[in-house]
């Protein structure tokens, strides 16, 4: 029985995901968008490009829940996306609106779906997507290490020139500026970082250096874009979440999840290594982090914290 994909905003991120999926045929998708002609156009496009990929998946476009029911799998990317100068929490009052529609939306026709969010701020508003939804907290997950993770792992393997799948890096903790690339464990061909430091092969100032536009990578591809932000590297990490679930891979990924007293952090959505099978998230992996990596997790934690104080604020039934 083919799975059954919804992709609720079919934007820049959601048309790609839809484009992928198809691809990889992880099963029939149907693009949700309040512009449904978004939707219905882009769904119609790439189901056009079926004779020459060879896939065979149904693609459909729509503006109403009721063809979204029983999705095994859904993928949110409803919202607006930064201009130049924005940072990502200032999207938080016009998205948290969108989400908490959406929630209600999910709620009501797909209670067992397995839900990736993209939108941004991505912590709070996954947070936010739980409690307005209801879902329970191992099948709604937030999409933004992985993505971190692959823009650090790109920009190192350019600096060492190294295939970027001889790298294992990855980045945690909050989707923001204060996100932690975890440099301790992060090894190339098998060798920790620190030793092609120690050998001379890249300095801990370049390696600074890299690490902080890895934190600003988003904001790096919205100037250039100007209207819009980053599509194809964040469509590819979310159909990386949905694949280990419908395969039941087990993949261990960066990915914001509900933290209940792991890493020291409680009743929160933040980055974390975590596994993905057919139940979900189904267990977080807990590292030892050096002290520097554990101070800044824990600032990172605190900046999320922060902005969800501001989203309770904004609506109290986040409380
Ligand atoms: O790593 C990450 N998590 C981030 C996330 C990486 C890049 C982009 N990030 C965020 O994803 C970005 O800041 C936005 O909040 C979302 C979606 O980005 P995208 O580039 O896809 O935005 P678009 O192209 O504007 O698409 C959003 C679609 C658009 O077609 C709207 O009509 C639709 O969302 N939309 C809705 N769909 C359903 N329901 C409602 N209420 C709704 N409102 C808008």
């Known amino acids: 029985m083919k799975k059954k994909i919804t992709l609720i905003g079919a934007g820049q991120i959601g048309g790609t995901l839809a484009h992928l999926i198809a691809l990889k045929e992880l099963g029939d998708v149907v693009l949700f968008d309040v512009a449904a002609g978004i939707a219905k156009g882009k769904a119609l496009d790439i189901a056009q490009s079926s004779p020459v990929n060879g896939f065979n998946v149904k693609l459909t476009g729509t503006d109403n829940y009721d063809d979204t029911k029983n999705s095994d ?59 307005y939804s209801g879902l329970p ?74 690490v902080d536009r890895t934190k600003k990578g988003g904001a790096e591809i919205v100037k250039y874009l100007e209207k819009g932000s980053a599509f194809y590297a964040p469509a590819a990490s979310g159909v990386e979440m949905a694949e280990s679930y419908l395969k ?30 057919s139940s979900g998230v189904e267990k977080i992996v807990e590292l030892n982090l050096s002290k520097e990596e554990k101070i800044n997790f824990n600032n990172s934690i605190k900046s999320v914290q922060e902005l969800f104080d501001a989203a309770k604020k904004i609506d109290p039934e986040l409380k």
């Open 73 to 131: 799998v859904i993928i949110i990317t409803a919202g607006v996306p930064r201009k130049p100068g924005m940072t990502r929490d200032d999207l938080l009052g016009i998205n948290l609106k969108i989400i908490k529609e959406v929630a209600h939306g999910i709620k009501k026709t797909s209670p067992k779906a397995f839900v990736i969010c993209i939108t941004n701020p991505l912590d709070v508003i996954v947070m936010a997507l739980q409690k």
């Open 137 to 210: 907290k191992n099948m709604i997950v937030g999409m933004a290490g992985i993505l971190d993770s692959s823009r650090f792992i790109y920009f190192l393997s350019q600096e060492l020139n190294i295939h970027p799948k001889n790298i294992n890096s990855f980045v945690l903790g909050g989707h923001g500026d204060t996100m932690v690339a975890m440099l301790g464990s992060t090894e190339v061909n098998g060798k920790k970082i620190n030793e092609l430091v120690k050998e001379g092969k890249i300095t801990k100032e370049r390696l600074n250096e890299i």
């Open 248 to 277: 039941n891979l087990k993949k261990q990924l960066p990915c914001a999840a509900y933290i209940n007293g792991e890493f020291g952090a409680k009743d929160i959505y933040a980055g974390v290594p975590v596994i993905i099978g």
